[in-house]
């Protein structure tokens, strides 16, 4: 039988290696710009970034809230001067909703470009019935990939 001195005895030699003991090296990838890096290559900002990050997960197709995240209306945010526009204007057109159509080279339109942080056109913000915006599209195909999640019944005509 083992003396009370020698378990703290192996008791101290265990924690000293404890102490000792370091760790394998692990590789962590994350996506950045469309393609995987490892986080060893990124610069000291890029990492302090990554370390910020936060992750959510999207609500479910079972969200009971689900009704109050039915489409209502949309507003089209463009320029006049702007190529890729008149397609989506023709798309948004033919939506059985309701919308506005916002240029935002008028003051007025700006304003309102800048309250929902809209960066470029076109743009389309579709809001619920409470008026948030609930999905954002910029292209014809954006918009055609919205069709199956957005709450609410698209023609048949696109």
Known sequence: MRTLQEIDAELAQLRAQMESVQGTECEVYTRIVGYYRSLR???KGKKE??????????????DPNKASRQVAEYRYFYRKTCPNCPPVKEYVSQLPLSGKQVDVDTE?????????????????L?????????????????LEDLRPRLSMQWSDSH
């Open 41 to 43: 290559n990124w610069n």
């Open 49 to 62: 970034e990554y370390r910020l990050r936060v992750t959510f997960d999207p609500p479910k197709e079972e």
């Open 108 to 124: 007025e339109g700006l304003s309102e470009a800048q309250m929902y942080q809209i960066l470029s056109t076109p743009t389309v």
């Open 126 to 142: 579709f809001f619920d019935k409470n008026g948030r915006p609930i999905h954002e599209a910029h292209t014809v195909d954006q």
